[in-house]
């Protein structure tokens, strides 16, 4: 477990692997929760963003779909670049999904699985709402592909949310060479209960269709919608909030700081640091990059 001004960050076995993450995106803007995603650049000194732009052809997104989105993600991570400092390593799958050198490990990892008797475990990853599509299939056999891919690259560590357990799962049982580490929890707004979300999937509201922030959103939105938050999604907040404020030489509260806040008092304090030290230093920077 690592810390930031005695703030809890994501469970990892080594902070000195070579580590990567993968990130999508979506229609709709770019979730306050790539934040902390970003925020690891402080934390690790060889971390990598794997931009997962290949995968949303794979879904069926139309091409110039993609390439808007992936703008609107770019431009979200110069911003934050700007703001706190810290540029972070940056590949894209479309550089290397189509190589010869990749379509061959996936033949071979498509025939790996069979020969162990995993076709289960990959029919099990794959989401119900994508069942229906005709390259589902693939989807999960990519994603374990793009790992083995990096492996061979010298990447040892890889970090996600935790609905990515169910893949990494599978990789150790192929033995792969990986270690697996897991973001903090990520949630949506209100909600009486703390609904977990994919942190970069904008249409990602959890099973009571809850709200998300969006960087570029303006303080009275924001407000608004932390307002409606419960106290374990207020804590949250609270803590990537306060990792950025830390990063920023600006107010922060400990972990056990937040701990022992509750109701009222954890709104206001909600509010105040995501505001000071996340939304007002982004506004005019991301308004230059989109």
């Known amino acids: 477990m690592l810390t930031v001004g005695g703030l809890l960050v994501p ?3 080594d902070s000195n692997k070579k580590s ?3 990130i999508g995106f979506g229609a709709g803007g770019v979730p306050i929760d790539i934040v902390p995603i970003y925020q690891l650049t402080a934390l690790l000194p060889d971390f990598t963003l794997l931009i997962v732009d290949e995968f949303l052809g794979i879904n069926g997104v139309d091409e110039s779909v993609v390439h808007r989105e992936r703008g609107q993600l770019v431009a979200t991570l110069n911003a934050l670049e700007k703001v706190y400092g810290m540029p972070v390593k940056r590949e894209y799958c479309s550089e290397f ?4 050198e990749y379509v061959e490990l996936f033949s071979q990892l ?3 699985i069979r020969r162990e008797g995993l076709e289960g475990a990959i029919e099990f990853a794959i989401p119900m709402s994508k069942r229906n599509v005709a390259s589902a299939c693939e989807y999960p056999v990519h994603e374990l592909a793009c790992v083995k891919y990096l492996s061979a690259r010298g990447f040892t560590q890889k970090i996600g949310p ?4 169910v893949y990494d799962r599978i990789m150790s049982l192929l033995g792969f060479q ?3 580490g897991y973001l903090l929890e990520a949630y949506a707004l209100g909600t009486k209960s703390a609904d977990v979300v994919v942190h ?4 990602s509201r959890g099973p009571n269709n809850g709200q998300r922030i969006f960087l570029g959103e303006d303080v009275e939105k924001v407000t608004a919608k932390l307002q409606q938050g419960c106290d374990e999604v207020l804590r949250y907040f609270c803590k990537i909030a306060s990792v950025s404020g830390r990063l920023l030489g600006k107010d922060y509260l400990a972990e056990e700081e937040i701990a022992g806040l509750y ?3 954890l709104k206001r304090e909600a509010v105040r640091l995501v505001v000071q030290n996340i939304v007002e230093p982004c506004e005019g920077v991301q308004d230059e990059n989109c």
Do not use: Q
Not at 162 to 165: A, L, R
Not at 200 to 203: I, N
């Open 200 to 203: 970069y999937v904008p249409r």
């Open 162 to 165: 935790s609905k990515e357990i």
């Open 110 to 112: 498509n025939s790996e």
């Open 20 to 22: 990567f993450l993968g």
């Open 11 to 13: 469970h990892l076995e």
């Open 97 to 100: 999904m189509g190589t010869d």
């Open 263 to 265: 109701a009222k008092k």
């Open 178 to 180: 990986m270690s697996f």
